[in-house]
């Protein structure tokens, strides 16, 4: 009120000039400077159209890309909401609506990326990440840890591919006087539910995201990954881990959990538990003695401590 009073008494009005103009003269003024605003802006808007139009047609490899990266987000956030619920339906009605934003307003979901991103920043650089029905493939490899979940409908048993490799594995492994089996294979949310439940009322919550993998998190929901004849520790350093750990690779699987890789895992050396990811990748990872993770470039961790889906 008192800083108003001053800026009117400082107000000193021209000789024959009435009050009446000046509320005309500044009416006009505004209306000029409205004008101008209005002017910048489509100026603006025109110039971003063009430009963006011109950018799909130099490099449409360019754009598919930005929209994949879209995906991750709403794609993380359609698996949260629908997590909880048994209707598969709400995920194609969800996901449609949030594509086609992401598709419209590039720049804003850029900014909305790049703040839901921070923490991972690096998060898959120089790899082609998209995300499918819920399911994140980074160069075309499922992902599932930490960071990345499936949704709570997605039971398809073992995958076949997988299964005849190890097969095939197993049968070589038995001609060189090592017996390996399936210990367990494809398991549900609903199972890794009840199985997380139990370690979290045991050992605490801790331990059970050392050890175990909360619903939607879990690798053994996805089919592509096995817990060879045991899931106690001492199987380490025996002949049939060692064989394993040495010759898997050749049947396109991995160590996925390794000793050494902890931080990056998120999950405590396991030396039973192997993932199917092609001979080719399988290969590379184990040449350069790296897990999934540093192979993908991706991170994994919970976005939070407790929710069941992180
Ligand atoms: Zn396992």
């Known amino acids: 009120m008192s800083e108003k009073n001053k800026r009117k008494k400082k107000y000193v009005p021209r000789k024959g000039y009435t009050k009446e103009q000046y509320r005309r003269d500044t009416m006009q003024a505004y209306g000029v400077l409205t004008g101008i605003a209005m002017a910048l802006v489509i100026v603006l808007i025109y110039f971003m159209f063009i430009h963006k139009s011109a950018d799909k047609q130099e490099k449409p490899v360019d754009v598919p890309q930005t929209v994949t990266v879209k995906k991750v987000i709403s794609g993380e956030t359609v698996s949260e909401v629908t997590a909880d619920s048994d209707e598969s339906k709400s995920v194609s009605e969800t996901r449609p609506t949030s594509e086609t934003q992401a598709a419209v307003t590039t720049t804003v979901t850029q900014a909305t990326v790049e703040t839901t991103v921070t923490a991972k920043k690096q998060e898959a650089e120089g790899h082609k990440l998209e995300v499918k029905n819920g399911i994140t493939y980074v160069d075309g490899i499922m992902i599932v840890n930490k960071t990345y979940s499936l949704p709570a409908d997605y039971a398809p048993g073992l995958d076949p591919t997988a299964e005849a490799a190890f097969n095939e594995m197993a049968s070589q492994a038995w001609s060189e006087g090592i017996s390996l089996f399936i210990c367990s294979g494809f398991r549900s949310y609903r199972e890794q539910d009840m199985l997380f439940r139990n370690y979290a009322a045991n050992r605490g919550q801790e331990e059970a995201d050392r050890v175990s993998s909360r619903p939607g998190h879990s690798e053994h929901q996805s089919g592509l990954c096995m817990d060879v004849n045991t899931t106690e520790f001492d199987f380490a350093g025996t002949k049939e881990a060692i064989w394993l750990a040495n010759n898997c690779a050749d049947y396109g699987f991995i160590i ?28 590379e990872i184990f040449d350069k003695d790296i897990c999934l993770e540093e192979y993908l470039g991706v991170t994994s961790d919970y976005k939070n401590s407790t929710d069941q889906n992180g």
């Open 256 to 283: 996925r959990f390794p000793l050494g890789k902890e931080s990056v895992t998120g999950y405590a050396y396991e030396p039973w538990h192997i993932r199917y990811v092609g001979k080719k990748a399988a290969k």
